[in-house]
């Protein structure tokens, strides 16, 4: 088995590259190889999120929000042909 470890930087530098509103975070805490950077690299990514100008809701939240727009119509609502 490959142990790849990664620092908290590089979490930090990831998780906040890759959040986007709309984003759902999920980090877990247990089962990886390095749960303890996972867990020590969250205080600072809550910072930085924040930062962006974005917040964090509860899933309660999330479910009871009213959609902002449809997503506009599929003028060929098919899917494609799939070629092998």
Same mark, same amino acid.
């Given at each position: 088995?490959?142990?790849?470890?990664?620092?908290?930087?590089? !979490?930090?530098?990831?998780?906040?590259? #890759?959040?986007?509103? +709309?984003?759902?975070?999920?980090?877990?805490? +247990? @089962?990886? #190889? !390095?749960? $303890?950077?996972?867990?020590? =690299?969250?205080? $600072?990514?809550?910072?930085?999120?924040?930062?962006? @100008? #974005?917040?964090?809701?509860?899933?309660? $939240?999330? #479910?009871?929000?009213?959609?902002?727009? =449809?997503?506009?119509?599929?003028? !060929?609502?098919?899917?494609?042909?799939v070629r092998s």
């Open positions: 088995m490959v142990s790849i470890m990664v620092t908290k930087k590089a !979490n930090i530098q990831r998780m906040t590259h #890759l959040v986007r509103p +709309g984003s759902i975070v999920l980090a877990h805490d +247990g @089962g990886t #190889l !390095n749960c $303890e950077v996972v867990v020590a =690299a969250l205080p $600072e990514f809550i910072d930085r999120v924040h930062d962006k @100008g #974005l917040r964090f809701v509860t899933t309660s $939240e999330i #479910l009871a929000a009213k959609p902002t727009a =449809a997503p506009p119509a599929q003028s !060929n609502p098919s899917p494609a042909p």
